[in-house]
C-alpha cells in the first residue's frame, strides 16, 4: 500500500512519494517550522473552492494558478533529496520544486474533496 498525506485519498494522483519523503526528510533534518509552509492552510482551500466553483478549472489549471505562490514555500534543497531518493536522479532545483508542487496541489484538491469544498470528476464523466 502506498504512503499517503492526511485526507489524501490517491483519487489524482494515485500516491505521494515525493511529497511523503520531502516531509520526512524535513522532519529528520528538524526543520519543521520551513516544512510546515506547505501544510495546507483555510486560506488555500478557500482560494481552491472559488477556483473550483467559479471556473470549474482542471487540475493543471489549477496547479498552475497556485505554483507561483507555493513554489516560495517549498526549501529547495530538501525537495532534491527528495526526488533524488524517491526516483535516483537528481534534478535541478526547479524541476524538483515543479515535481513536488504537482503532488502538493493533488493533496490540497483531494483535501478540499474531503472536506465538501469541492467535488471532483475525471475529465471523461459528464459533469451535471
Known sequence: MREKPFLASGKILGGYPLLVK?????????????????????????????????????????????EESLAGKVDCTIAVKAYDSVYGVKPACSEAVKALLREVVAWYLEIAEALGLVKLSKSWERRE
Open 22 to 66: 520531502y516531509f520526512e526528510i524535513c522532519s529528520s533534518e528538524k526543520k519543521s517550522p520551513e516544512c510546515a509552509e506547505l501544510l495546507p492552510t483555510r486560506g488555500i482551500l478557500e482560494e481552491i473552492s472559488v477556483l473550483v466553483s467559479r471556473d470549474s478549472k482542471t487540475f493543471i489549471e489549477i496547479l498552475e494558478k497556485l
